[in-house]
Nanobody, 124 residues
Framework: QVQLVESGGGLVQAEGSLRLSCAASGRTFSSYAMGWFRQAPGKEREFVATINSSGGSTSYADSVKGRFTISRDNAKNTVYLQMNNLKPEDTAVYYC?????????????????WGQGTQVTVSS
């Protein structure tokens, strides 16, 4: 069993930055690919970014490419999402998720463990 706890959300003005963190329990974190997803009110959950178990490969949604960076520190069992140049349309609850394999994926159906989410609100 893996528990994921997100932090770092909040209210920020447009063009500002935030860094989300997701702390994972368990000794197998370094074996798992991780992902960030988000859900805005009245919308479906959507993919944001994903990273493989070693941190050597990443993938991003087109809407955040060039603005967001996913990274991980396996020694700290933590995955991060650095969000720069935030826009009002980035407002959502952000969730981190873990697969049980090393390979990243943009499909939320391939993730087994989920955090409780952290709210990000970007004002214009």
């Amino acid at each position: 069993q893996v528990q994921l706890v997100e932090s770092g959300g909040g209210l920020v003005q447009a063009e500002g930055s935030l860094r989300l963190s997701c702390a994972a329990s368990g000794r197998t974190f370094s074996s798992y690919a991780m992902g960030w997803f988000r859900q805005a009110p009245g919308k479906e959950r959507e993919f944001v970014a994903t990273i493989n178990s070693s941190g050597g490969s990443t993938s991003y949604a087109d809407s955040v490419k060039g603005r967001f960076t996913i990274s991980r520190d396996n020694a700290k069992n933590t995955v991060y999402l650095q969000m720069n140049n935030l826009k009002p349309e980035d407002t959502a609850v952000y969730y981190c998720a873990a697969r049980t394999v090393p390979f990243y994926s943009a499909s939320d159906k391939r993730y087994v463990y989920w955090g409780q989410g952290t709210q990000v609100t970007v004002s214009s």
